[in-house]
């Protein structure tokens, strides 16, 4: 058992990032290699770590899912989001649309549960942005195709993450009454989003201001990482949505700041040790002990968001102007992974709702090794046939 905190972290880095590579041997995503990592020593398998030690190293997914947000928000600039202005709206609203309506209807009919299909529709409208990224890098992808993908990614996160807010704040009402709706069920859903817009917008321009005085890249992270450790922990506090507030934050710096680049530079030199913290601490979730029953849910959310995703994707091209066709074919291909954020808002619904202890992050993490490993495959792919890459 490691009882220590200390201990466990530095456990979970070491046994998380073999995994990864031992992944990597095999061809397999380094994704899934750290939730295999993170399986193996948590309490379906070994149990080397206990329940307490975990909730100690509970900062690293608040840390880790801030990161993320505050990348998204990066790629929501008024320059990247003008290029594509054209072909952007009938291909997001058609796929997020089919995309939320087959998978919660899907699951209702396997589960017959309301809240449980709710929240895994809105769930299902993720995709993973450092998986994408990171594809799009090592390929050395160009052209307009990724350009657009980056800004869907973008788009479909944002909008995940609201209506995640949202839905959950309908089903506390509606379903678990642990929400009264004194001033009415309308104020009631958006008074969390409201407060989080307020929040973010302040803390993102004195952000902006503090950059304004930082000339060197020590500084930037040091100054960058407080304020984001600072408006997370402010979130959790206040029972506000974090993601929201990160990811309008990267917005603001992605938009004003006249140093954005050196800002986002210097906060990947620490993203890869706390994803993959994240990502191990993700799998040790995992409880085998469910997975008999969710099988056939399982079944039904992954071919359910596939057919939203590519469906959705390609049918709403079809209304883009200016569009090309091999771009119209591929563009639902690209938006098929699913990791991080998924899983951190997986995480926030089990602590938010009474649903059935551990089904919904263990739905979430068993369909993740689904989509990490056909996710990329299905990314290359669409590069491939739009003639965006080399090989």
Request: charged share 15%.
């Amino acid at each position: 058992m490691l009882e220590s905190t200390t201990l466990a972290a530095g456990a979970i880095l070491l046994i998380g990032l073999l995994g990864g590579k031992l992944a990597n041997y095999i061809k397999l995503p380094s994704v899934t290699g750290y939730l295999i990592a993170g399986l193996i020593v948590g309490p379906s398998l070994l149990n080397l770590i206990p329940d307490e030690t975990l909730t100690n190293l509970e900062p690293i997914n608040e840390l880790a899912l801030g990161i993320i947000a505050i990348s998204i928000g990066g790629e929501l600039t008024s320059s990247k989001l003008k290029l594509v202005k054209q072909q952007l709206p009938p291909i997001f609203f058609s796929e997020t649309a089919l995309t939320f309506i087959t998978v919660t209807g899907v699951c209702y009919l396997i589960s017959n549960d309301w809240p449980l299909s709710l929240v895994l529709g809105i769930l299902s409208l993720a995709t993973a942005p450092a998986a994408i990224i990171s594809i799009l890098k090592e390929y050395r992808a160009r052209g307009d195709f990724p350009r657009l993908l980056k800004s869907l990614i973008a788009l479909d996160n944002l909008f995940c993450i609201v209506g995640f807010g949202i839905i959950t704040s309908l089903l506390r009402i509606l379903f678990y009454q642990s929400i009264e709706p004194e001033n009415g069920i309308i104020w009631a859903v958006f008074e969390e989003l409201v407060i989080a817009l307020a929040l973010a917008l302040f803390l993102g321009f004195v952000l902006l201001m503090l950059n304004r005085f930082s000339y060197n890249d020590d500084k930037l992270l040091v100054i960058n990482l407080g304020m984001l450790l600072f408006a997370v922990g402010a979130a959790e506090s206040l029972g506000l949505p974090s993601l929201l507030i990160a990811m309008i934050m990267g917005a603001i710096i992605a938009n004003y700041s006249k140093n954005s680049k050196a800002v986002f530079r210097v906060l990947n030199r620490i993203e890869f040790p706390i994803l993959v913290a994240f990502l191990t601490l993700a799998g040790i979730k995992l409880n085998l002990g469910i997975i008999s029953e969710i099988g056939v849910l399982a079944i039904g959310y992954i071919l359910a968001r596939l057919a939203g995703k590519i469906g959705g994707a390609r049918l709403g091209a079809m209304f883009s102007k200016d569009l090309p066709r091999k771009s119209r074919q591929n563009i639902g291909l690209a938006l098929t992974p699913q990791a991080g954020v998924a899983i951190g808002l997986a995480i926030l619904a089990e602590n938010k709702l009474p649903i059935e202890d551990g089904l919904i992050i263990t739905l979430i993490l068993s369909t993740v090794i689904f989509f990490e490993l056909v996710g990329p495959v299905l990314v290359k792919l669409a590069l491939k046939n739009c003639d965006c890459i080399e090989e």
